[in-house]
């Protein structure tokens, strides 16, 4: 089998030849150390001592060696200098073993180890998990120089771990095979083989694999029903299958290959392997895959169908409230006067009582004149009263909503239950009462008689389905409503899924954690926090330090930005910031007239080679390599929303078929985010980019949603008038940093809070070693946040609506602090005891996270809809509301957090506004369904955006190396810092497209002279 390529040729040369370093750079790395100073005088000949010193900075920066005649002149010069001798006309004498000798002397300085046969079996092992799981082969090697640098052993040659990337991968599959060869019979032969067994359909041949692999996203009842029958096909297959799963053991990840290598192939492709075990191994992932995801989707559609009864049952309430408000009107007018009538009588016949001059017998005769002339007179309406109390006692019972869901009952049974009959559940779920009832629904297909189990009930329910004999529409609609909210609650979840497992799934394994848990803290960096009572107690006194410093700023009249109302903080008064979206960046950038986004695209290639990271959906294929050009007219047909059959038809060099396919295997979501966050790394490493940082060592970012609408069927697209009128759709939420690169984004339901989605984000941006904050509005805010991206690392900065009325919280009473006459107190001490109970969990789900077992959004969704009473989620709560309080308190005394946060939060508003610009076909509404598409359209715009903030960069960066007076090019740096980069006017990403037209060899910009700016 043919050697991988992992790398291009460029990508190779930079990999095997030392770094090209600029002049800090060599100032940086080819330091002598203050301890090597001595011996490395004594080195002898001079060609050597350079030689040394060589190795030692290129060692620092790579983790690697190279051989003398790799050597940079310009880095030759600069030891030559800095040892204070003439630089040699060359090094080719230093080779042999004395290049051994320093080689060895260096790693030993630096507390590094060579790399040996220990270190090739850790690589070896690690580069066969990840064959396994099928990651691609980059992302592998990566994994691979990064666990050398981990644990401090010299990188290998490129040759020596693409032979292991390259035997792991054929290995990986000889093993699947072979364990495929002793598991699988004849009747799973048969079964695998009829997916691909041709059939007429119409007047074409087709076969049954063609018509499952796409899930219809309809929610009409005929449409779910057809869901269900697919999904039951794949449940019988997996049934059939589950002896050959349980000795391949096929984890997720490899699973997902599978099924989307078959999605995207036709069937000549997925036949043409020359191993019939090969076909099948695809084809398992694919039947395993699609009974999780069908599974998954009809949950999808249960919920919605619930939701839209019970929304249509509350609607229906409140229109019936409307419709007999002017009854009740009447019968309240009636009773007041009828209140007043008898008032006025009881106060007559009390005067009458207590009369002292009238006779008992006077008394009796008044007392009965008056109430015949009340009763005479009487023109209260007592049939009005009487329908009041009838309501009345109805509606203390809520009979009007139950009649409402009982008559919402048969729409919602024709969706709900062929699902419910359907879904496998879970039998060691929490909610055992609502699982016997499903039970007996699934056992009876839907009939459920008049004596079904209710204690799954409350009393209320119950009492109205057991009214008037036995409800059994009632009874149903009740069952959907509770199996709803607890699959969401996580008291019931499923089998199979890959979302709605308990969460206990989802995490690090118990027992593996109890193992090896020191190790895990280790690698996660998380050992600082293995003493949970230390770190506590660390926390006590930052957070009444804290109370004591902001207190006195407030009594000294310090801080005088806070106005108090009865005890509680009502307003934070913040000048405005310094942040202008001004028209000088706009007008520079325009200067030259319109550039074309092809050609702007092409430019940004020529930069950062973005494109490179388009890799075919199988990490052995090396044969297809699609022209740049195709790759840029299928991230402007779906990053722009033009659509592909379109994007072709208006452009010219560019065949429809060819754009499809191209799209088809190298648009995944993982390759375009590589692509993305090369750019964003080439934005980072531009100086001009550092203008914007309020602190050099601090990178500020913030995230926020965007509602877009989807003009197709869409399971987790959801109605919101305030947003979509009468249609549906979906937020898109949006990552962006202090120095305007778009780390990242999502796509998720518009009904979905945005907080468990910020973390997903914040693990995305690995292109910085700065220390990290960042913001959102209240809607991205939980103390649960608080409480991982503090163990991540990461300062939380919310900006919170009403933030006055949060509570703050600390370790010790709230008279403690009251007795020392602060005006700031906190509302109530911790549960330090809930905390430290549960200080063992905590830390597994962090790991859990950064070892990306699971992501933060999957966890948190689980967790978050949990009972309340989860003790791993009260405890994580508890934990974020001493953070909470921490930030809270600073947020009060520092303005200038204030108002970094608000210019934070400007800049991600702006790129909603960019976002809209660049995704601007189709009135900017999804015109696909299926989530994983939505993501890769999103990920294409984002790039687009990336690739004109790029742009923008290079050219103002352009402008200040061009400007040679150190006083203009410091006002036009100071222009640039006050202005945002984020501007597209200047660019025209409309009109024909013509990818006819070769991109120049001639690079636009002079990246070295843009790198040699000093700010």
Known sequence: MPVINILNDAERQLFDTPPKFSKEDRQRYFSIPSELKSSITRIHPIESRIGFVLQLGYFRSRARFFSSAQFGKRDINHVAKTLSVEPPTSLTSYVGSIVTRHRIKILDFLNWEPYDSSMAETLVGL??????????????????????????????????????????????????????????????????????????????????????????QSMRPKDIKQNVNNMIVFKDMFDQLTDVYGELNINDKATRYYAEWVRKADTQQLTQFTDKENIYLHLLGFVKHHYFTRQDSLVDALMKSVTSTLHKASSKQAEHERSVKEERDKAI??????????????????????????????????????????????????????????????????????QLLESLSLRLQLKATPIVRALNFDSTSKAKDLFEAVAHFQDSEGNVGKSPPIKFLSK??????????????????????????????????????????????????????????????????????????????????????????????????INTALTFKNGRVSRVSTPKTDYEEKSFISDALSQDGYIPILQLLKEVKQACQFTGDFKHLSPKNVKMKPKEETLMAGILAKGCNIGLGKHASISSGIKEHTLHNTVNWFFSLENIRKANDRIVDAIHNLKL???????????????????????????????????????????????????????????????????????????????????????????????????????????????????????????????????????????????????????????????????????????????????????????????????????????????????????????????????????????????EGVLADQEVATACKLLLQNSIILWNYLYLSDLVADTSDPDDRRDLIESISQGSVITWKHVNLRGEYDFRRKASNDARFDMDKIRSIKL
């Not at 293995?530 to 006195?552: C, M, R, S, T």
Request: aromatic share 12%.
């Open 689 to 927: 980019s550092s203008a914007y940082l309020k602190d050099p060592e601090v990178l500020h970012s913030s995230s926020d949603g965007r509602k877009v609408t989807v003009d197709v069927d869409c399971l987790h697209a959801n109605h919101s008038y305030k947003y979509f009128g009468k249609d549906k759709g979906v937020t898109i939420y949006t990552f962006i940093d202090e120095k305007q690169s778009l780390f990242h984004n999502s796509v998720f339901s518009a009904s979905d809070r945005e907080a468990p989605y910020v973390i997903d984000g914040l693990l995305q941006n690995e292109v910085t070693d700065l220390k990290q904050v960042h913001s959102t509005d209240t809607r991205g805010y939980t103390e649960q946040i608080f409480a991982v991206s503090h163990f991540l690392g990461i300062a939380f900065a919310p900006r919170l609506a009403n933030i006055g009325n949060q509570q703050i919280y600390s370790f010790s009473a709230r008279k403690t602090f009251y007795d020392k006459g602060y005006r700031l107190l906190p509302s109530r001490p911790v549960s330090k005891n809930l905390i430290l109970d549960h200080w063992d969990d905590i830390l597994r789900f962090i790991a859990t996270i950064k070892m990306k077992h699971a992501t933060a959004s999957q966890l948190f969704k689980r967790l978050s809809s949990y009972s309340k009473e989860h003790p791993l989620y009260r405890a994580l709560k508890e934990f974020g509301r001493i953070i909470k309080s921490q930030f809270i308190l600073t947020y009060f005394d520092d303005e200038d957090l204030r108002q970094q946060i608000q210019k934070q939060l400007n800049r991600v508003e702006l790129s909603n506004r960019f976002s809209r610009a660049v995704f601007f076909d189709n009135d900017q509404a999804f015109q």
């Open 460 to 557: 209320q329910d119950r009492a109205n389905v057991e009214r008037n004999d036995f409800s059994i529409p009632l009874y149903k609609c009740l069952l959907f409503i509770y199996i709803s909210k607890a699959i969401k609650s996580g008291d019931l979840n499923l089998a199979y899924s890959y979302r709605f497992r308990s969460i206990q799934d989802y995490m690090i394994d118990k027992e593996y954690w109890e193992a090896r848990k020191y190790q895990i803290l280790r690698e996660c960096n998380l050992l600082e926090y293995i003493d949970g009572e230390a770190y506590l107690a660390g926390l006590k006194l930052g957070l009444h330090e804290k109370y004591k410093i902001v207190n006195k700023h407030l009594a000294d009249g």
């Open 333 to 402: 007018h009636e009773l007041s006067k009828s209140h007043k009538s008898i008032s006025k009588l009881a106060k007559e016949i009390i005067s009458i009582v207590e009369s002292v001059s009238a006779t008992p017998n006077e008394k009796y005769h008044k007392i009965e004149d008056l109430v015949f002339d009340y009763q005479k007179n009487d023109e209260i309406d007592y049939s009005l009263l009487e329908d009041l109390d009838n309501q009345l006692r109805k509606e203390s019972k809520n009979h009007t909503y139950y």
């Open 127 to 216: 580069a066969q998990n990840f064959a396994a799981q099928k990651e691609q082969p980059k992302f592998i090697f990566d994994a691979l120089t990064d666990a050398c640098w981990k644990h401090q052993v010299a990188i290998p040659s490129f040759s020596e771990l693409n032979t292991i990337i390259t035997d792991a991968f054929n290995k990986s599959e000889k093993n699947q095979i072979s364990n495929l060869r002793r598991a699988i019979k004849p009747a799973h032969s048969e079964l695998l083989d009829s997916l691909l067994t041709p059939i007429t359909a119409g007047s074409r041949t087709t076969t049954p694999l063609a018509s499952y692999k796409n899930i219809d």
